[in-house]
């Protein structure tokens, strides 16, 4: 425990990334130097188009950098085959979307046990570990609810709910609040809080809406690819 | 398990558009399996032919007859066994509709030639005495309900005139492929009232068929009876019955080819209907693949959701078509009467039907299920927005 707080949960310099569009060369992030410290909680702000979204991609191993240097809680993410990637991804981190992103083919429970498919877990303790994250997240009473049939902040609760079930170190979410009503985001908001400061969940949450950033204990502004560190550290 | 249940959850999001892909495969499987029946029942009758049985027929055409004095000539050729010959009669029998064969035979050698028609012996004799009697096969009797003794008119054709016929004989085929549709009657009844009213085309035969001691000499004895007629006023053309047969089944070839040729493009039709379908559910679906690969599923999942998603959906169609097939060819048969001896769907036709639905599935489902593992997970998940 003791070493593993002493790795920063990211550290990462001169990171680029550059989009293609045709034959040229789109620029989003221009050599980045960032720490952030394990069990931290981080709001990525910064006006539209700034390279939030992108930065915390790269930061989850959704995408690779085009040039300089990523380590998330220690591991070079560029050295990773895919399919390496794609297991630390499962095991490492839990992803929260504006949109929720949950199968609309599958209830609550199904889809909170989705990614314990790719853990060794049998059959009942996947059951016993999506129940647990379902009442965590106060859902205990809509377990064969579809999408559909859930309001959206119910439905982001049941994404965090899958974003946790894997007991992750590292929670990633873009815009969690986005598509969200003042009441819902609250209830979202201090569930984050919650994970954070009792789980000691690390958490990096693009925003621009300035009332979730202001929950965040560290504030992170993103200019045209440049980082600003503001009203930080309070 | 988890795969399958997701699987079946996808087909089923769309009911409609499901139920439609499904509909259009079990047709164009129907029909493949219906039209591929149709072709083997025209050649079931060149499948039962005896491998002993040469088939003499004027070489010009078969529409021109032989005279009946070729017969002594061909019997005293080395290796043949038994010689009969018939006429081809034609004929309506109330109304066009009611289409079988109708031969005239030289009615002794005849039977004995076609040991498949299990004829009993007192039905045999009772035939072999009336000049004015019939036999005819057990299922065309089934078909308009004729009893022994009954009279059978037909109208002539071919042979104009008013003919009267006495139902003497119903035989059973031995084998499942032997023909239970023909009509047979004396030759010598056509003959003598041919004398009588149209002397001139009296004592002409339609074919002669002749039985091989061994059928090894099929070529010899061919060769030596068309050369003994050669540069004669009706010289001959011999084949095995088989390829008589088959002669006359080329007749409608081109029609067999055509029918081959409507299902080969019905298949087409439903592949591009159900790469249709398919293409449209995965490009709804991209968003959930881009997610489930950033949840850490590998591409090989997502291969397996879609294919599994369009095999599904086939092999519903394919299964659906092909039971389909069994009521659908009965009833069809019962449409067309004795047109068709041995209209059985075969193992062969309802293997192929079930693999064509795979296959539809397959090749449908391959390019959606390429793009799914394909997906880049960030311009999949953008897609959302
Ligand atoms: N897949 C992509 N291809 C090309 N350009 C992209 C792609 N993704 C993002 N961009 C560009 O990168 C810039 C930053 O995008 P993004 O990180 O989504 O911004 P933010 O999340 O801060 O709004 C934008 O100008 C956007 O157009
Ligand atoms: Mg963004």
């Known amino acids: ?234 | 398990m988890y795969l399958p249940r997701l699987i079946l959850r996808n087909a089923l999001r769309h009911r409609l558009r499901t139920g439609l892909t499904v509909l259009g495969l079990a047709i164009a499987v129907l029909a493949f399996g219906l039209l591929r029946t149709v072709v083997d029942a025209w050649y079931a009758g060149a499948d039962a032919a005896s491998a002993t049985h040469l088939v003499t027929r004027n070489a010009i055409s078969l529409v021109f007859p032989l005279p009946l004095t070729h017969r002594e000539r061909i019997r005293r050729v080395a290796g043949v066994r038994k010689v009969s010959y018939s006429n081809w009669f034609g004929g309506v029998y109330i109304t066009e509709r009611n289409f079988f064969p109708r031969f005239a035979v030289d009615a002794g050698t005849y039977l004995d030639l076609y040991p498949d028609y299990l004829l009993p012996a007192a039905e045999r004799k009772a035939f072999l005495l009336d000049r004015r009697g019939a036999v005819v096969g057990r299922k065309l009797a089934q078909t308009y309900g004729w009893r022994l003794g009954q009279s059978i008119p037909l109208r002539g054709t071919i042979y104009p005139g008013s003919w009267e016929f006495v139902l003497r004989g119903i035989y059973d085929g031995r084998q499942p492929n032997t023909d239970e549709g023909i009509f047979l009657f004396h030759w010598d009844y056509l003959n003598e009232t041919l004398r009588r009213n149209a002397p001139r085309r009296a004592d002409q035969v339609g074919v002669f068929v002749l039985d091989l001691m061994h059928a090894e000499d099929a070529a010899r004895v061919s060769g030596e009876i068309d050369a003994l007629f050669k540069s004669s006023l009706a010289e001959t053309l011999t084949e095995t019955e088989k390829a008589f047969q088959l002669g006359f089944v080329s007749m409608i070839d081109t029609i067999v080819l055509a029918v081959q040729v409507v299902s080969l493009m019905v298949v087409v039709i439903v592949l591009f209907v159900m790469a249709n379908t398919m293409g449209m559910a995965a490009g709804e679906r991209l968003p959930e693949y881009a997610t489930l690969k950033a949840l850490g599923f590998r591409p090989g999942f997502l291969a397996l959701l879609v294919l599994g998603e369009s095999v599904l959906i086939a092999l519903l169609g394919g299964l659906a078509g092909t039971a389909l097939t069994l009521p659908a060819a009965a009833a069809f048969s019962a449409q067309t009467g004795t047109l068709f001896h041995g209209f059985a769907v075969s193992h062969t036709t309802m293997v192929l039907q079930l693999l064509i639905a795979l296959g539809v599935g397959v090749l449908a489902g391959l390019p959606p299920c390429l793009r799914a593992a394909r997906i880049s997970i960030i311009a999949g998940l953008a897609s959302l927005n």
Do not use: C
């Open chain 1, 1 to 234: 425990m003791q070493e593993a707080s002493e790795v920063p949960a990211v550290r990462m310099q001169q990171l680029r990334k550059s989009y293609h569009r045709g034959n040229q060369e789109v620029p989003v992030l221009n050599g980045i130097d960032l720490v952030i410290e394990a069990g931290a909680f981080v709001a990525l702000v910064g006006p539209s188009g700034s390279g939030k979204s992108t930065l915390l991609n790269l930061i989850a191993g959704l995408d690779q950098p085009s040039g300089g240097d990523l380590e998330v809680f220690g591991q070079e993410l560029s050295v990773l085959s895919e399919g390496a990637l794609a297991r630390w991804r499962a095991s490492h981190v839990g992803f929260i979307f504006q949109f929720y992103n949950l199968l609309p083919v599958l209830n609550a429970l199904e889809n909170v046990e989705l990614p314990l498919l790719l853990t060794g877990l049998s059959r009942r303790e996947r059951r016993e570990h999506a129940l647990a994250a379902l009442s965590m997240v106060g859902l205990s009473d809509r377990l064969t609810h579809y999408p559909s049939q859930l309001s959206g902040g119910q439905q982001q609760r049941v994404a965090i709910a899958r974003a946790v079930v894997t007991d992750p170190l590292l929670l990633v979410a873009d815009e969690p609040t986005g598509d969200l009503d003042r009441a819902s985001a609250e209830e979202v908001l201090a569930m984050l809080e919650e994970l954070n400061e009792a789980l000691g969940k690390t958490i990096i949450m693009v925003t621009h809406d300035n009332r979730a950033a202001q929950r965040a204990r560290r504030r992170i502004h993103l200019d045209k690819g440049e980082l600003r560190e503001g009203a930080d550290g309070v």
